[in-house]
């Protein structure tokens, strides 16, 4: 395979955010194959610079539209002196500090991802004015990735006109580290009694209010329903803890906060929940297929549909339908899953790495 030189560009770095996430594990992939990886962060904060130490790395302290002026022609510098030939940028910041830099600096191929719908309510752009930035994108050699094939559709119904350089890469999810780390209690993790298992940042579109209501529901019908444990950290935490006091789960509902090894603690779960009002491609519900959890999940756009392959791999919910979601769950606890492992084949590292370098020849 011949080598490449590819450059990851991110407008920060959350230590609990799954497009985070994805893209180290993308990164990490390209360097065990031996590819040359930079990573250019324009707001990189409290970051944990241990976690770059495979890479040549750029760390910035501005975001938004100040931190796109600023870092242009830095990040133009960054990629002639790394002579990076792959540019793949993710979150909308990031995503138009590439195009800037492509305008000034040639030689590259630039790769913008979009990790969720353009008509999410936790964003600060309109539709009309992602759609327009996603046309701009697609001029010249610009690629513009989704993380599921489910969000590529969608985009390609958006905007019809730029459907031939709309392509679908699976997020790299599953390697032997995963199976390794959930062997393995790193955190000294411990409940005394069965659980359920939810992961993800404590926000809006994790629909964590409408899981706690969930569980209350099956929980009246099931007094002996397992603890709930979420794994997660964000601003809705005391509103979430309030909402749990109202609805008298003090003592049935936890919240863990973040974990560098949630693997763990889904392997040893009961059942897997993803209550999400929105995603793009929701990486713990592979992780938890990986593992052969039984899974409960909301049909939001887009991704748990696509992964659960319309059912077959676990129970789909219709979007705000907590009643059907609690009675699922109760439901799903005495009917186990039957899973071989083969279900997750194409989010491997290696899957997603060989989508990603296609891009150069596209």
Do not use: W
Not at 225 to 247: F, N
């Amino acid at each position: 395979m011949e080598k490449q030189n590819v450059l990851f560009v991110l407008k920060d770095f959350l230590r609990s955010g799954g497009v985070e996430k994805v893209t180290l594990n993308l990164a990490n992939e390209f360097a065990r194959q031996g590819h040359k990886v930079g990573i250019f962060i324009m707001d990189a904060g409290d970051i944990e610079e241990e976690l770059f130490c495979n890479f040549d790395t750029y760390f910035g302290d501005s975001g938004g539209v100040s931190g796109i002026a600023k870092y242009t022609f830095k990040l133009g510098d960054f990629i002639k002196k790394g002579k990076y030939e792959l540019v793949i940028s993710a979150k909308e910041q990031a995503n138009l500090l590439n195009y800037a830099t492509r305008i000034f600096r040639r030689g590259y191929t630039p790769v913008y991802t979009r990790h969720c719908a353009f008509d999410v309510s936790d964003q600060d752009l309109s539709v009309s004015q992602i759609t327009n930035l996603y046309k701009l994108y697609a001029k010249g050699r610009g690629n513009i990735v989704a993380i599921s094939d489910d969000l590529s559709k969608y985009i390609k119904k958006q905007i019809p006109k730029i459907k031939d350089k709309v392509s679908f890469c699976p997020n790299p999810v599953v390697s032997e580290n995963l199976y390794n780390l959930a062997s393995k209690n790193t955190e000294q993790f411990s409940h005394p009694r069965p659980y359920l298992c939810a992961v993800g940042r404590l926000c809006e579109q994790k629909g964590f209010d409408l899981l706690l209501k969930i569980y209350r529901l099956a929980l009246d019908e099931n007094e002996n329903l397992p603890d709930l444990i979420i794994v997660g950290e964000g601003e809705d935490l005391k509103q979430l803890e309030a909402l749990r006091e109202d609805l008298d789960l003090n003592d049935k509902v936890f919240f863990n906060g973040y974990s560098s090894n949630p693997y763990y603690i889904i392997k040893n779960s009961e059942l897997y929940l993803l209550s999400s009002r929105h995603e793009g491609l929701p990486t713990v519900l592979i992780e938890a297929l990986a593992l052969k959890k039984g899974i409960v999940a909301f049909d939001c756009p887009t991704g748990p549909r696509e992964i659960l392959q319309n059912g077959n791999y676990g129970d789909l919910i219709p979007i705000g339908d907590l009643k059907h979601f609690a009675k699922s769950i109760n439901n799903k606890l005495v009917s186990p899953a039957n899973l071989t492992g083969g279900e997750i084949s194409k989010y491997t590292f290696e899957c997603s790495a060989k989508a990603y370098l296609a891009l150069l020849n596209k």
